[in-house]
Structures are given as C-alpha cells and as structure tokens.
C-alpha cells in the first residue's frame, strides 16, 4: 500500500527509532520508582528526553516537559489544568476538536467562554485573532499548524498582538517536527505535541511544555514515586502532572525522534514544501478537482472531487489503488464550515519526508483513471 495519511500518524519511521523501542522492550524495569541500577538509568535517559524537547522547543527547562500519552491529553492538560470559571478563551476556526470540545466541556462545567476567530481572505490572520480579545480572556489557543489545509499561523505576531498578560498555548500536533517552533522566541506558554505524526514517535507518546506563568493543576491522580507520604500529590513538576508509569519505549523512541529532527527539519520542510507545491500545480491540471491547500511544509494536501463525497473518493482509492488518505471532516468541523467544504468533507493526502514525485504521480494517476461509475455516481 502507498501510505499518504502522515498527519494523521506518521508511517515512516527512522531506524534509530524502531531499534531504540526494541531495545526498549528487552528492558523491565520502571523509571522513577526504583532505586536499583537500571531503574536509575531508564531515569536518566527519560531526563535527557525532556531536557532534548525542551531545547528543540526552546522551552523553560526539563521540569516544565510533563509527558502524556497523546497531543490530546496534553491540550487538555493545559486548558482543563489552567481555565476557570468567568474566563474567556480566543481560539480558531482551524482548531481540532481536541481543542474545541475541552472548550465546549468547560462552557458546560465551568462557564468558560470562548470565541472562534474566523478565516479572513481565506487566512488566518494574527489582527483577527488579537480583535477577539476582552477584559476575561485568559488564553488564546491556536494551532501552529491546520491538520486541514497545512496552513501555519504567525506565532509570534499573535503574540505581538495580544496582551501580555494573556497566555499563548499552541497546539503543535501538526506543526511539530515541520515548522520552527521556539517557545521563548514566539512567547508560546504552553506548547502541547503529538510524538506520532512529525516528530517520529511510536504512537501513545506526547507532551506539553509550558513556561513559568503557568502552573497547571493535575488531572490524574495517583503515584509519581516521589513524596509518597502524602496523600496530596506533589508541589513539583514534572512530578505533579505524571501519575502512574511512564511508557518507557514510547518515550525512547521520542527521544530519537526528537534527535532525528533536530538533525534534519530544514531538510524535512523544504523538501516537502516542494512536493506539496508540486502536487497543487498538478491537481489544477484535473477539471474535477477542487483545492483546498497551499504549499506548505508539513507535507498536507486536501482537495475535493465535484462528484465524489470524500468519504468514498477515499474508500476507492484504498480499494481500487491501494493508496491510503483520509476522508471526511478530520475532527475539526469549524475548519471545514470556513472552507466550504462540511458536512462533506475533504479528501487528505499527507506525505512524509522521504517520499516524492513517484508516490505524488500514483496518487495523480489514480485521480485520473477513476473508473467511470464513479466519476458519474451522485
């Protein structure tokens, strides 16, 4: 099969990567709750993740990388763990619902409120966002990067922007590992990543990084193996965010990951920036085919078919082609009102560094032999 759905999980992984959860697995022991010798060095290599993450995201140092399982635990770590009740919250219509129903769970639970900034010439812009903010509003919550269209927001300019006392947390479950991302220099507070998708990881690995500003409150609850005595969880991070055992191998293959990046992301946006570029002059050739996305370096390209609904556009390439993409509204429904394309959706095809003209001229090819019943069913 061609696989073109790496941003929803990335398929491609670094052989440092498949041999650092190989190695992983022939270890059985716990980091951080044991004293004997290889619980202490599965400790140390679990340390240098969080001190590589909070280099390559020029964050607030190793204590303040708190590691979850997921991009969406992490986001709801930062906005169930800071938000309370009276706060207002300026996200995006570009926004994934594991932004967009924390928000709307705190509108139930805590009366949180939030507004969406809407696409204005077909873009995010930083003034529309800003325009949003009032006297309550807490935190802005923007994506760094569409898992729709691959559009990447100016950070930094948003953060220009907007007061300085409201917080800045960016998901950067698509942008992480494609697009700079430097929480010091574009005064991002809490940074949340899926390790999965451009940063390499196996899956059930992610992160949230924040700054001094903020002290999330924990969600779980249990042992950290640190002050056990107490029945109230630790004052301290990372140890107050992390109950229960850490998935060592998750977190190993992070790290290499994440040192995979650090060695190649220039080379990894441009080339895909290219490939994509590619692809959307290519697909302008095709008369039924319509748009959705721009050049970009996070390897995505949407578009939609005039006759065909995603879904099934996305079935018969599977079926017929052997080409896997993604159908549908990709759990951000906002996105695809903005775009005109709900409740329908939008066919993804993401691709990851490596790959280029062959894999982009199967998928056209494909899009130009569909079999003619197809092409004319309503």
């Known amino acids: 099969m061609l696989y073109l759905d790496h941003a929803a999980t990335g398929g491609n992984k670094p052989a440092a990567v498949r041999n650092a959860v190989m190695s992983s697995l022939q270890v059985c022991a716990n980091a951080g709750r ?5 619980s202490v060095a599965l400790s140390e290599r679990v340390l240098e993740c969080r001190r590589l993450l909070s280099e390559l995201f020029g964050g607030y140092g190793f204590e303040r990388v ?8 992490a986001l709801n770590l930062a906005l169930l763990g800071t938000l309370e009740a009276g706060d207002h919250v300026v996200t995006t219509c570009l926004e994934h619902n594991s932004v967009l129903r924390p928000l709307a769970h705190l509108r139930r639970t805590r009366r949180v409120e939030y507004s969406a900034a809407p696409l ?13 903010v009032k006297k309550n509003t ?11 269209t691959g559009e990447t927001p100016d950070l930094k300019e948003i953060r220009r922007l907007i007061p300085s006392r409201v917080l800045l947390i960016a998901d950067g479950a698509q942008g992480a590992g494609h697009i700079p991302l430097n929480m010091a ?3 991002i507070d809490m940074l949340a ?7 390499y990881a196996m899956q059930g690995i992610g992160a949230l990084l924040f700054s001094e500003r903020v002290r999330p409150a924990p969600l779980l609850f249990g042992g950290t193996g640190s002050e056990s005595a107490r029945m109230e969880m630790p004052d301290f991070y990372p140890d107050r965010l992390e109950s229960g055992t850490l998935s060592y191998p998750a977190i190993a293959s992070l790290f290499e990951g994440a040192l995979y990046v650090r060695e190649h992301r220039e080379a990894i946006a441009e080339s ?3 490939l994509t570029a590619a692809v959307h002059a290519a697909l302008l050739s095709l008369p039924e085919i319509e748009t959705f996305f721009s050049p970009n370096p996070c390897g995505i390209c949407a ?9 099934a556009l996305a079935d018969l390439l599977s079926e017929r082609f052997d080409i896997a993409v993604r159908g549908g509204l990709h759990c951000a429904p906002l996105a695809h009102k903005a775009l005109g394309s709900f409740p329908n959706g939008l066919v993804r095809a993401s691709f990851a560094f490596g790959q280029g003209m062959k894999e982009a001229d199967a998928l056209l090819h494909a899009l130009r032999d569909l079999p003619e019943e197809a092409a004319t069913s309503p």
């Open 272 to 274: 895909l920036f290219a």
């Open 138 to 148: 807490r935190a802005v919550v923007v994506t760094a990067a569409s898992n729709v």
């Open 303 to 311: 578009f939609a078919h005039r006759r065909i609904p995603s879904e």
């Open 185 to 187: 220099e574009q005064g």
């Open 193 to 199: 990543l899926a390790g999965h998708k451009g940063l």
């Open 120 to 132: 204005v010439g077909g873009k995010l812009r930083a003034e529309t966002i800003a325009s949003l």
């Open 34 to 38: 044991s004293g004997h010798r290889l």
């Open 66 to 73: 708190v590691f979850t399982k997921n991009c969406t635990e």
